[in-house]
């Protein structure tokens, strides 16, 4: 009889030890939901907007994607939202409760023209350059037009397992030519007045802290603090308009690079807006490295 249990209960083990997903980062093209781009790694997840949806309000922000569970979600999201189980309610695993419509949601850029932000349509191309256990690399592309000129961006994103926050790193060009010095705005969506804002610039980074559905929610885009020209609050008094903002330039390869991220309340890591400031603070600069 003993013999019996401890035969049904390594049985046991061996099932749930073969059906445990490992953490990993990963990122892939959604064709099946209106061409996405999503990426995640063990703590965070995000997309973009894709081709289908060129004549919707969505754009070139980023959408977080909010998780609790440190296995991969993406494919299984999408398959059950197809399905029915919508992404837009938290089943346990985490969801999508972040509003982006043609914000710069977190971490989106904007051209920074005549003090205005000049944003993009939706990335047009998309290539995966990487996608392992370690770290996903992902360029989107993305074309627009501005009083006469023609804008290019390639937006590389990378993610490595164990971060809160993704690396951007995106070139510019202006009609067809590398865009030297070209102003930028950078940053996180503020959804309401409420929301606190903090900041700093000798760390490089802004930060939106929000109440969100009973928990609450980080935000946050990072850079070398040698870049930024200038902190801009960003305030229209419309719907999805407010932005708290880092200006900074191309520099001479046409590029800027920074981080963005987010941590959220419910996951159980980051509680408070002072835990997550602590760790935008702390967080290591990679832009000479990568």
């Not at 977190?106 to 995966?128: H, P, Q, T, Y």
């Not at 370690?134 to 006469?148: A, C, I, N, R």
């Not at 690396?167 to 705005?185: C, H, M, Q, R, V």
Request: charged share 30%.
């Amino acid at each position: 009889m003993k013999r019996l249990i401890l035969i049904t209960l390594l049985a046991t083990i061996s099932l749930a030890t073969a059906g445990a997903v490992e953490p990993k980062t990963f990122c892939r093209f959604v064709p099946e939901r209106s061409d996405d781009f999503a990426w995640e790694n063990d703590k965070i997840a995000f997309r973009a907007y894709g081709p289908a949806l060129s004549a919707s309000a969505e754009n070139s922000g980023i959408d977080c994607w909010l998780k609790r569970v440190d296995c991969p979600i993406i494919n299984k999201w999408y398959k059950e939202n197809a399905e029915g189980k919508s992404y837009h309610k938290d089943h346990g695993e985490g969801y999508d409760p972040y509003k982006v419509g043609a914000s710069r949601g977190c971490g989106g850029v904007a051209l920074w023209l005549d003090g205005k932000m000049v944003i993009s349509n939706v990335f047009r191309e998309w290539k995966v350059v990487k996608s392992s256990k370690e770290e996903s690399v992902f360029v989107l592309t993305y074309y627009w037009k501005h009083d006469g000129d023609s804008y290019k961006e390639d937006k590389k994103i990378s993610i490595k397992l164990g971060d809160r926050l993704f690396k951007t790193e995106s070139t510019f060009w202006k009609n067809d030519n590398i865009a030297i010095g070209l102003p930028i705005a950078v940053g996180v969506l503020r959804h309401k007045k409420s929301n606190k804002l903090s900041k700093n610039l000798d760390k490089g980074w802004v930060s939106v802290w929000e109440k969100l559905d009973g928990s609450e929610l980080g935000t946050g885009v990072l850079m070398d603090p040698s870049r930024i020209e200038k902190h801009e609050l960003y305030v229209t008094g419309k719907k999805l308009e407010d932005h708290t903002l880092l200006i900074t330039k191309t520099d001479k390869n046409g590029q800027v690079q920074f981080y963005a991220g987010y941590g959220w309340k419910k996951a159980g890591e980051i509680n408070t807006a002072a835990e997550w400031e602590v760790y935008l603070n702390g967080f290591r600069h990679q832009t000479d490295s990568n």
